[in-house]
Each structure stands twice: as structure tokens, then as C-alpha cells.
């Protein structure tokens, strides 16, 4: 299980347990990365979510609230009056000893690029541009440049201490809230959710995915005048792929292989898997491979999303024990 969905702390079935530990999840991460949405999410599931609480009363309102209340979500980064990683750690690792609480630490990342984007789009300043010391004309890109290496240099430690680290660069406002649902909803029965992501190699492999497949052996449209321009949603493009000699083989051994992994992430407290699917451009193979993937595994689970990094489009499908009901 890689590092941005593991979970070190209890299954998601005995959190879930209104008469066990109060349960506190912490959010931290990268200016920009999505914290107030995601502390919003955390609110409309049941928790009472609070934000940019000074770390000097951290410990006070957990103290509070430990054992007597309902869930709660705490936001905390470098605009929280006082902060300073060690002594957040230090104030987690108090938390986690105490047998009345339940702690979840999530940590937002996002690519460094995007969140440039994010600031100069909305021309908000960084927290941690340095304006004193910035020279007459500097760019406002080259500040915000400059403020996000400083803060993924100071935040790196708490990243490495997080149970869950989620990159929110290609998610959605939909997506994330999917994400958080999947991880901290409340409901002991809360459905099972699959999210399905196309991607290309050349850009990365997300490092949200719990699992990865690689469809660069397939035939590729690319190489066919008529085909490049398309993308594996499009029928044609199907066609010429599942044409592939190779093609139902490796596809069969892919549905065997997961059909009996997803009782065992269950088993294991885990009620959301990340699947990816990534080819050379993210366009054509793993787009249609994604499709078919998000068709069988839809006739099986309640939830299930696709989302094509590439192409920017997601959607989420319904499966048939959803409309059975």
C-alpha cells in the first residue's frame, strides 16, 4: 500500500463505533491545496470542523472535547498563529497516546506547478513569499515560486508522519469530497467507493492510486491518422483496441486478479481504492481500458468514479446495487 493511503491506526470499522474513542482528525498540507474544502467535507459528514485554531490552544480543545463529544476535524498549517512542525508533532504524539481519542492525521500535497497556478490566477500572495527582500519588478510568479519550495522544505516532516497523504492536483471539488467520504464517513455501513483514474506516463504516476496497471503494450491508436486525434471514449478508438489479440486476455486476468482484493481492502477497515490505468499520452489505452474497468466494476460495487486525468474529465457512475434501491 503506498504511502498517500496508508493507514496506521485503526480499521475504519472500529472508528466507526459511536462508543468507542472520540474521533480527531487533523488537516494539514500545502497552502493552497484544499483545506477548507476539505474541512467542509469533514463538516457535512457529522464532524464539528474547525480552522486556523492557534496550536497554543490545540491541546485545549481536544482536551475538551476528548471522550464527551462527537467527531471533530481541526485545520492547522503554516497560517495558524504559533505554528511550528515540532511542536505539532509533539502535540500528535500526545493525542495518540491518549486512549480516549482516535487520530487520523491527513496531509494535502498538490504539485508545486498547479499551485503556482493557483496563486498567480487569483493573484493572492503566498503565505510564505517573502516580500521584504523581493526586488522592484519581481514577478509575482517568481515570489509564489519561491514561497511554496520554502514551505514544502518546512513541511516535509509532518508529510512523512501523516496516515494519509492526498494529492489533490488533478481532484476535483466533487472528487475530494468523494475521497474524504470514502476515508472518515461515520456510517459503520457506509458503502465500499472505487475510483478509477486514466493517466499518462509521461506525467507521472498519481501517487494518490493504491493500485497501478500499465496498458502501453496494447496496440496504440496514435499511430493511426484517423484515430490520433480521438480519445478511448470515443467508439472507434474502442474498437481498434479491443482488437488487440492481447486485448480480452489481459483484460480477463485483470478482472480475476481484482475481484478478490476487494473484500480483503474491506476486511481491512478500507472503504475507498484508487485504481490507475496509465499509457504513453493518457488519451487513447488507458482512457478505454478505465471505461471498461469502471463497466464491470459498476455491475459489483455501490460508488464508483472515473476520472481521466489527462482529458480533465470525471465522472461518477452509478452501480446497479445503487439502482436496484
Not at 16 to 31: E, F, H, Q
Not at 184 to 204: E, M
Not at 278 to 283: A, D, E, I, S, V
Request: glycine residues 8%.
Amino acid at each position: 500500500m503506498n504511502r498517500s493511503t496508508r493507514t496506521k491506526h485503526q480499521p475504519t470499522q472500529d472508528r466507526n463505533k459511536s462508543s468507542g474513542p472520540t474521533r480527531l482528525v487533523l488537516i494539514s498540507g500545502m497552502s493552497g491545496a484544499g483545506k477548507s474544502t476539505t474541512l467542509k467535507a469533514l463538516e457535512d459528514l457529522g464532524y464539528e470542523a474547525v480552522d486556523n485554531l492557534p496550536l497554543s490552544l490545540l491541546g485545549n480543545l481536544v482536551g475538551l472535547q476528548g471522550g464527551t463529544a462527537g467527531p471533530l476535524a481541526i485545520g492547522v498549517d503554516i497560517r495558524t498563529r504559533d505554528f511550528g512542525v515540532d511542536a505539532l508533532i509533539q502535540e500528535i504524539d500526545g493525542f495518540i497516546r491518549r486512549p480516549d481519542l482516535d487520530v487520523q492525521v491527513v496531509f494535502l500535497d498538490c504539485d508545486d506547478e498547479i499551485l503556482r497556478q493557483r496563486y498567480t490566477e487569483t493573484r493572492r500572495r503566498h503565505p510564505m513569499a517573502d516580500e521584504r527582500h523581493s526586488v522592484a519588478g519581481e514577478k509575482l510568479e517568481r515570489r509564489v515560486t519561491d514561497g511554496i519550495q520554502r514551505e514544502r522544505a518546512l513541511m516535509n516532516e509532518l508529510r512523512d508522519r501523516a496516515d494519509l497523504v492526498i494529492d489533490t492536483s488533478h481532484l476535483s471539488l466533487n472528487d475530494l469530497r468523494r475521497v474524504m467520504t470514502g476515508h472518515f464517513a461515520l456510517d459503520a455501513t457506509a458503502t465500499f467507493s472505487v475510483s478509477i483514474l486514466s493517466f499518462s506516463y509521461r506525467h507521472g504516476v498519481p501517487r494518490e492510486a493504491d493500485l497501478v496497471f500499465d496498458a502501453r503494450f496494447l496496440s496504440n491508436p496514435h499511430y493511426e491518422p484517423d484515430l490520433r486525434p480521438l480519445t478511448g471514449l470515443d467508439e472507434d478508438v474502442g474498437k481498434f483496441i479491443a482488437a488487440d489479440p492481447d486485448f480480452e486476455t489481459f483484460f480477463g486476468s485483470l478482472t480475476q486478479l481484482l475481484e478478490p482484493l476487494f473484500p480483503r481492502f474491506q476486511a481491512e477497515g478500507k472503504s475507498y481504492l484508487t485504481i490507475a490505468v496509465g499509457c504513453t499520452g493518457g488519451q487513447h489505452r488507458s482512457v478505454y481500458v478505465a471505461e471498461r474497468l469502471g463497466a464491470w466494476l459498476s455491475s459489483q460495487h455501490e460508488q464508483i468514479s472515473i476520472t481521466h486525468r489527462e482529458l480533465q474529465e470525471s465522472r461518477l457512475l452509478e452501480g446497479s446495487r445503487t439502482q436496484a434501491s
